[in-house]
Structure formats: structure tokens, C-alpha cells
């Protein structure tokens, strides 16, 4: 079973930078891949970044790419996301989560078993 717990997130103006991290433990030699996902006030949760865990191969959404940035930390079974250039519609909480296998794609919500209990970002303008 594998625990997530995420950390970082906060209150920042427009164009500011904020580093979320996402602390992995318990069975982690079985993930293939982890992602971070965003889920904004009456809104449904949107994937965000991904990464496999062996490869580094990382994909984005549209919206983030070229702002954020998705890596790991293999010894210390932490998964990052460095977020520039914020802007207020990047308002949300944002989740980690963990894929055991290749099955489904990297930007599904049902592909991943294993979620942490969500970090919010709040961007004022």
C-alpha cells in the first residue's frame, strides 16, 4: 500500500513561483508512474503533470505547459512540482497520485490507485 502525503502549497500573488512536494512510502518500488492533479472550486479534478518513475518520460497539460515543472527524487521517494508564473486560475488543490502499472493513460484519474489528501494553491491577482 502505498501512503502519499503532499506538502507546499499556499497563498502567492500572480507570477510568483511555489515547489509542491509529494512524499511517497510504503510499497513505492511498485509504481510505474505518478501525477499531480488539480482540482479548483466547483470544478472537476483535471491532471495536471505526469512522470513515468524509472524513465522520467514527464507530460503536461496545455494549460501548465512551459510553467511547470514535474521531477523526482528516486532516493528519497518524493515526487516535485515546481510551478512558475502562477496565475489565478491556477487556484485549486492539488493532488498527488500513484499508477502501479502501464494500464490506462497517464492523464486519467481512474489510471492511478493511490492519492495524497490534496495541497491548496491559492493565486490572488
Known amino acids: 500500500q502505498v501512503q502519499l502525503v503532499e506538502s507546499g502549497g499556499g497563498l502567492v500573488q500572480a507570477g510568483d513561483s511555489l515547489r509542491l512536494s509529494c512524499a511517497a512510502s510504503?510499497?513505492?518500488?511498485?509504481?510505474?508512474?505518478m501525477g499531480w492533479f488539480r482540482q479548483a472550486p466547483g470544478k472537476e479534478r483535471e491532471f495536471v503533470a505526469a512522470?513515468?518513475?524509472?524513465?522520467?518520460?514527464?507530460y503536461y497539460a496545455d494549460s501548465v505547459k512551459g510553467r511547470f515543472t514535474i521531477a523526482r527524487d528516486n532516493a528519497k521517494n518524493t515526487l516535485y512540482l515546481q510551478m512558475n508564473s502562477l496565475k489565478p486560475e491556477d487556484t485549486a488543490v492539488y493532488y498527488c497520485?500513484?499508477?502501479?502499472?502501464?494500464?490506462?493513460?497517464?492523464?486519467?484519474?481512474?489510471?492511478?490507485?493511490?492519492w495524497g489528501q490534496g495541497t491548496r494553491v491559492t493565486v490572488s491577482s
Open positions: 497520485a500513484a499508477r502501479p502499472s502501464s494500464s490506462g493513460s497517464y492523464y486519467l484519474i481512474n489510471s492511478y490507485n493511490y
Open positions: 512522470i513515468k518513475w524509472q524513465s522520467s518520460s514527464t
Open positions: 510504503g510499497g513505492t518500488f511498485s509504481v510505474y508512474g
